[in-house]
């Protein structure tokens, strides 16, 4: 079996030589990690705009985007609702979601705090990283008390060096370090 990607594209071509001599080739589609990748990409703003201008808010234009087979990077069944959003807000559409209600007393970012979506913009990376990365302990947080019990992000000058550091690591950085690793020697016991 042979198969062969085009460039970093979700499109995959897989070519199956069978023990008679005889080929079998097709086409299947992989997940991949950011929505410039798809090989569709190029209408998918254009899409949105038309839409946007017809008069759709974001909930509506991911239902007709999904009705015309337009799919996520990742592999879920519809765009979401965010990246619609963040799309509208790189086409210079206004923002059409709901203000967030404030922080309660006592609550708000202080000095060198960051709401998730602020550190994201000023990491240049997609929230839902960063997110991961809060889980994981690789940046330091807190979350609210209340619904919707947002994340507050600790994030001084050293630690947004370190946070730019580790975004500009390639994908895959971590887990071929901890495979690259020597095995451990055991000790035998006499």
């Not at 998918?44 to 337009?70: C, N, S, T, Y």
């Not at 209600?101 to 550190?119: N, R, T, V």
């Not at 947080?141 to 947002?150: D, I, V």
């Amino acid at each position: 079996m042979t198969i062969a990607i085009v460039g970093d594209r979700e499109q995959v071509t897989c070519t199956i030589t069978w023990a008679g001599g005889h080929t079998t080739t097709g086409t299947a589609i992989r997940a991949v990690a950011r929505l410039e990748q798809l090989s569709y990409y190029p209408q998918l703003p254009d899409r949105i705009r038309e839409l946007a201008e017809q008069g759709h808010r974001a909930k509506a234009i991911v239902e007709r985007l999904a009705a015309e087979g337009f799919r996520p990077a990742k592999g879920r069944d519809k765009i979401s609702t965010r990246c619609v959003d963040q799309l509208l807000d790189q086409l210079g559409y206004p923002p059409q979601r709901r203000r967030r209600p404030a922080f309660p007393p006592g609550e708000a970012p202080g000095p060198d705090e960051w709401s998730l979506d602020q550190l994201a913009t000023e990491l240049d990376m997609p929230p839902i990283t960063l997110r991961d990365w809060a889980a994981k302990g690789w940046v330091q947080g807190r979350r609210q008390s209340t619904p919707p019990h947002r994340w507050i992000l600790h994030a001084d000058h050293d630690e947004l060096a370190e946070l730019r550091e580790r975004r500009a690591r390639p994908a895959g950085w971590y887990t071929r370090r901890y495979w690259q690793q020597p095995p451990e020697q055991s000790q035998a016991t006499d």
